[in-house]
């Protein structure tokens, strides 16, 4: 089932291979009535500076919970979204809902931490998307450095010249960029010294075995050399236990995210977890 086939399978969605009434015209319809009705909803991830433990910013994840209460994942619903074209209003309002609670954050005199948003494949092949998103920005009266937009490798790679161009334009406005799922898209090892990127997310397919695995470690260690000699920063993703995290320390790992460390939560409850300290 294309469904199963997880994010970044938009290609499955062909509007050929279905027919009416299949799962993809529901989620499509159900998509409509979210951003009619304003009922998808954000949460908020903690990310961690693995040596000190501090809070460095938070990865916005799009929630949607239907009206009985059965909650939609967001790797089937954004493949859909992005068959459709929805993927384009749905990243609008991400954006200006998240541009909206740093407002209140920082409103409240809380920790200025930056937002790391994911922008979609689709999205990436506007011609204007750095100025659509300096608009948005804009509006909302929000810096651009704020937002750390996070992009895959496989959607720089799906048109890698116009992606690049980009890339470019929303860097020099003010955004960083982030590599996203590092490690198990499509680029090379050539083309990744060329990206305009701010830093890497380690994909949790290589966090995953390091506490049981040498091989695993071998690779993680050699993937955050590469990432050190480029000059980049990495994330690691995915870190489900003190094991996990203590040997990403030690390898030189600058930032941490995953359930170990902490949940995606809702705003108000990110507030009373990570941010009731006040400014910092
Ligand atoms: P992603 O950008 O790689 O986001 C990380 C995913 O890993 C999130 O899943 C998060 O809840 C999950 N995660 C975090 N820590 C752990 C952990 O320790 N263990 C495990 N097993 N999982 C962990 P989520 O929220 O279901 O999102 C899935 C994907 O959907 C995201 O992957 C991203 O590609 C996409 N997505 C989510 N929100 C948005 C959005 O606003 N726009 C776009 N374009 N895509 C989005
Ligand atoms: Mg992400
Ligand atoms: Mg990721
Ligand atoms: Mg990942």
Sequence with gaps: RAEQAGRNRYALYESSWEAPGT??????????EALRQDSFTLHFQPQFALATGHLTGAEVLLRLTLGDGTPLSPASFIPVAES??????IG?????RACRQLRVWDALGL???????NVS???????????????ILEQEGVG???????????????????AI???????AAGFEIWIDDFGTGYSSLKSIKNYPASGLKLDREFVKDLSEDQAARVVA????????????????EGIENAVQCALLRSQGCDIGQGFHLGHPVDALEFQRLYLSGGAN
């Design 144 to 162: 651009m450095e704020r937002l750390h937009l996070e992009i895959t490798e496989t959607a720089i790679a799906r048109n890698e010249a116009l």
């Design 165 to 171: 161009a980009n890339l470019k334009a929303l860097r």
């Design 23 to 32: 799962p993809h015209l529901r989620t499509e319809s159900l998509l409509q």
């Design 221 to 236: 260690a050699s993937i955050l050399d590469l990432a050190r000699n480029l000059g980049y920063p990495v994330v690691a």
């Design 84 to 89: 459709t074209g929805q993927i384009i209003e």
């Design 121 to 135: 494949a689709i999205e990436l092949s506007q011609a204007d998307l750095s100025t659509r998103l300096q608009f």
């Design 111 to 117: 920790a200025r931490i930056p937002f790391a948003v």
């Design 92 to 96: 609008e309002w991400v954006l200006r």
